[in-house]
């Protein structure tokens, strides 16, 4: 695997390629507004050098509507790009419905993913289907590094403590670099890897070789009692402890007064730091599970939180 990166990196989705059209525009707009300036600079050196016999007498009055012009056309243009870029932005920033959910964490200096319908890992490898939207989900172990995917034009911080999203649907089957591109430490230069993007067949090959017996929520109820959380948690329990059946998505009552949505990010907060967020009218006796449970059980804890129906989690 080379690390070497082409000079222009190959474009392995619609979006990417619409970067590169504005990528290419600005440029041309930039040189279009500069290129005047400097050749003007260097044909009045030329003609008004000193001791060339040439008219210096400072004109009076110009013209109000050249002074105009070229200062709003190219600050028209300059917006016109703006609001391409933006949408550009707000497109890469919109998460698709549906979309194939991919969660990953990174710490020195590896990058690690789970698939969350099939619970299938790689590690500094990231297996997609072509055509179909994919949601990833990240989080540091550490300290703050950076999802760098260059054949999709897409970047995304990977902060520790926090959870960031990056969507995208690559189009174009092949094997790209997939970097972090946050300074992380020593190792810093050869955290990467490679994403590969497959048909939708080859992509069910794969998950099939890569045999995960069970999906991230399956394994989440696992570690749901393992960790001892379904004896407070569990439907048949006699603590007073929240029931999580149903709960993800919904609107939590604080102690304190104010409301919370319960997404990922409270759940994990709420398992590492309880005491931050209690909900109204149960007693703050839930203890903390911090360094103890690591990133990626978290996510799959987070993920049977989530994807149980109220009415699976009472089978049991
Ligand atoms: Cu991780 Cu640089």
Redesign the pocket.
């Known amino acids: 695997m080379s690390f070497i990166t082409p000079l222009w990196p190959p474009a392995a989705s619609e979006y990417a390629q619409q970067v590169d059209r504005l990528f290419l525009g600005f440029s041309a707009l930039t040189l279009l507004l500069v290129l005047p300036v400097f050749i003007l600079i260097g044909i009045f050196a030329l003609k008004y050098r000193r001791g060339r016999d040439v008219d210096r007498t400072h004109r009076k009055g110009g013209s109000v509507w050249l002074e105009t012009s070229w200062a709003a056309g190219p600050f028209l243009l300059v917006l016109g790009f703006f609001g391409w870029a933006v949408a550009l932005y707000v497109d890469a920033q919109t998460e698709p419905v549906g979309a194939l959910e991919i969660s990953g964490t ?1 710490k ?2 590896m990058w690690k993913f789970s698939h969350h319908p099939g619970g299938q890992r790689e590690i500094n490898e990231l297996h997609v289907p072509a055509g179909e939207p994919v949601k990833i989900t990240l989080t540091s172990q550490d ?1 703050i ?2 999802l760098y995917l260059p054949a999709l034009r897409l970047k995304q911080d ?1 902060l520790p403590g926090r959870y960031t999203t990056l969507s995208f649907t690559a189009d174009r089957p092949g094997t790209y670099t997939l970097r ?6 020593a190792n ?1 230069s050869v ?1 990467g890897g490679r994403i590969v993007v497959q048909t939708p067949r080859d992509y069910a090959r794969w998950l099939s070789r890569s045999g995960a017996d069970r999906s991230l929520a399956q394994r989440g109820k696992l570690l749901f009692r393992q960790y001892g959380c379904s004896g407070c948690h569990g439907p048949a329990s006699s603590v007073k402890a929240p029931d999580l059946a149903g709960l993800y998505g919904r609107p939590v009552p604080l102690e304190s007064g104010e409301t919370i949505i319960a997404d990922d990010q409270y759940i994990r907060d709420s398992i590492l730091f309880p005491q931050r967020a209690i909900a109204a009218g149960y007693p703050p006796i839930m203890p903390t599970f911090r360094n103890v449970i690591e990133e990626e059980d978290l996510i799959a804890l987070t993920a049977f939180i989530r994807d149980t129906r109220p009415a699976d989690w009472r089978e049991e």
């Open positions: 990174a020195q200096w300290v590094h950076s990977v972090c591109a946050e300074f992380c430490g810093h955290m």
